[in-house]
């Protein structure tokens, strides 16, 4: 690549957005945004660089590969954050934990991920979320689920469908068949990947009753509506298990109560791909993706990492996936073009500057030119410059 190339490149997994496609994001963020404070959600911020300790935290290093690191003055390693979670974790324990709970709060961040990229999937993208800090309670679950339904549908997707699972179904399953650490880690390892061959060679391994096997080897397969429960109680022999899918019962309940119960089914093999979930997790998939446009779940033992323990739960969702999902949809919000375009004749600057003030205090788009135009040549631009209407001033 020659030299000039390097200047007008820009780094693999990042992009340009266009005027269009700017203004398209902005209005989702705004609607996301707009939609989380109507529920009670404080907007955050945080740093987009964080020290590597912080941020593998909750995550052990099992994302630690995917992430853009780099060395502080003091040599601390750093790195760029790869989801919001782990920062408002670190936030909440250090600086808000004099704070009434529970805290709900709320971000629209840009994130950074060191993987494959695609359309949808880059490596700096930009998320949308909230974090309830402060409680256990199952209603707190059941918001957030709903508060994410309601936030696809504020960016303009109607056709998706959220798959909820729990994380002590799967670990009360492993419990009961008595599975080595080592398993457990293989069959989470699987399970994340919805890699079916692998979890049913690893079943095989042991030492299992043919019946034990089987019923490990059904988990990706429960997913649908909530008759699914009742299969998987028939599987499940321990109490764990059966508190989880007890659990599950009662937030589809209230998600009723929300009524949006239409697009919740349940997937009972959806483990999620951070390891600090302590229950309930769930995905939102659109047709014609192949990775969720949004994820989520309950994470109670995260910010004990930071000296605060404290139980929460909370969800992200990906504005460019969720933007993606609405252009295969032909869903892509028609942008209103601007208002006026005010050209002049010689002499006449002073009246179009007065008329654009006018103007923009009634809240309309308006240009004006930077020296005199005849009218026909002012009409060209207007139209090439998507102007509704040209205002001359002679």
């Not at 790195?79 to 408002?88: K, N, W």
């Not at 999620?272 to 033992?301: H, K, S, W």
């Not at 308006?366 to 026909?376: G, K, V």
């Amino acid at each position: 690549m020659s030299e000039n190339e390097w200047i007008f490149g820009i780094p693999y997994g990042t992009r340009d957005l266009m005027p269009q496609e700017a203004q398209e994001k902005r209005h989702v963020e705004a609607a996301l945004m707009g939609l989380f404070r109507l529920w009670g959600y404080d907007e955050i911020a945080t740093p987009a660089i964080e020290y590597l300790d912080t941020l593998t935290m909750g995550n052990g290093r099992c994302l630690e590969p995917q992430m853009f690191k780099l060395f502080a003055q003091d040599n601390r390693t750093l790195a760029l954050r790869h989801e919001m979670t782990t920062p408002i974790a670190r936030l909440v324990a250090s600086r808000m934990r004099e704070e009434s709970l529970p805290l709900k709060l709320a971000y629209i961040s840009n994130v950074f991920r060191s993987e494959q990229a695609q359309a949808g999937r880059q490596c700096e993208f930009n998320q949308g979320g909230v974090e309830l800090i402060g409680t256990s309670a199952v209603a707190a679950d059941a918001e957030v689920i709903a508060l994410a339904i309601e936030g696809i549908r504020a960016a303009g997707l109607q056709d998706f469908q959220v798959c909820l699972g729990q994380v002590d179904f799967i670990g009360g399953m492993m419990r009961q068949m008595h599975f080595t650490e080592t398993q457990q880690e293989r069959v989470t390892f699987a399970l994340e990947r919805h890699d079916l061959v692998e979890l049913a060679a690893i079943v095989e391994e042991t030492d299992l009753p043919a019946a034990a096997k089987e019923g490990m080897k059904r988990i990706p397969t429960l997913h649908g509506k909530k008759d699914v429960l009742h299969e998987a109680y028939s599987i499940v022999l321990n109490e764990q298990g059966r508190r989880a899918l007890d659990n599950l019962s009662e937030i589809y309940r209230l998600l009723q109560e929300y009524g949006v119960a239409e697009y919740v089914s349940f997937d009972l093999g959806v483990i999620r791909d951070l390891n600090y979930y302590t229950g309930m997790v769930f995905e939102a998939y659109a047709p014609g993706m192949g990775y969720p446009i949004c994820g989520g779940g309950r994470y109670d033992q995260l910010l004990a990492g930071f000296g605060n323990p404290c139980p929460a739960t909370g969800f992200a969702l990906g504005i460019e996936r969720l933007l993606l999902a609405k252009e295969r949809q032909s869903q892509k919000r028609i942008l209103p073009s601007k208002d006026c375009y005010i050209a002049y004749a010689h002499d006449k600057l002073p009246e179009a500057l007065q008329e654009a003030r006018k103007l923009r205090e009634q809240g309309k788009t308006c240009e004006t030119a930077f020296q005199a135009q005849a009218e026909q040549k002012a009409d060209e631009y207007r139209k090439s410059k998507g102007y509704k209407e040209l205002i001359y001033i002679s």
